[in-house]
């Protein structure tokens, strides 16, 4: 009979320290960043060589802030090497101006972003203009940190 009371104890305890760790354990919130607004467009640098400028907005809609949001653009149609009167981009580290960093988003807010030189065009010998945008463009959010 002991063996089944301190068996019988020993469940409800289980059972109680289970409510309370299920109970006082925290829902984890999660950020979710999205860019609801891009917009393109090529500029010319001088006579022969053009390059490609984006900005836009994005939206935390998620439950938490976040700080440090890495936004930088991307061309998947563009090649890594220069070749003449072809679009192509950089296989080198984003620099400052090849992106942008906001400082603080707060849960449901949204703000603009904007940098340059997403995609380079250059037509040193024939002089030829891009008859326009590539494919593949587009907007990612490298990194962020989630304010506790």
Aim: charged content about 30%; aromatic content about 10%; proline content about 2%.
């Amino acid at each position: 009979m002991s063996k089944n009371l301190f068996f019988s104890g020993l469940i409800i305890l289980v059972i109680i320290t289970s409510f309370c760790l299920a109970g006082c354990a925290k829902e984890k919130k999660e950020a979710n960043l999205e860019v609801v607004d891009s917009e393109f467009s090529i500029r010319k640098e001088d006579k022969t060589s053009y390059t490609i400028d984006a900005k836009g907005v994005i939206r935390n809609s998620g439950d938490v802030d976040v700080r440090n949001v890495e936004v930088t653009g991307y061309c998947k149609s563009c090649g890594e090497q220069i070749i003449e009167a072809q679009w192509f981009v950089s296989d080198y580290e984003k620099m400052t101006h090849q992106k942008d960093v906001i400082d603080y988003l707060p849960a449901g807010s949204s703000k603009e972003f904007g940098f340059k030189e997403v995609a380079f065009y250059a037509a040193n010998r024939t002089e030829k203009a891009p008859e326009g945008m590539p494919e593949g463009l587009g907007i990612s959010i490298d990194s962020y940190e989630v304010v506790e």
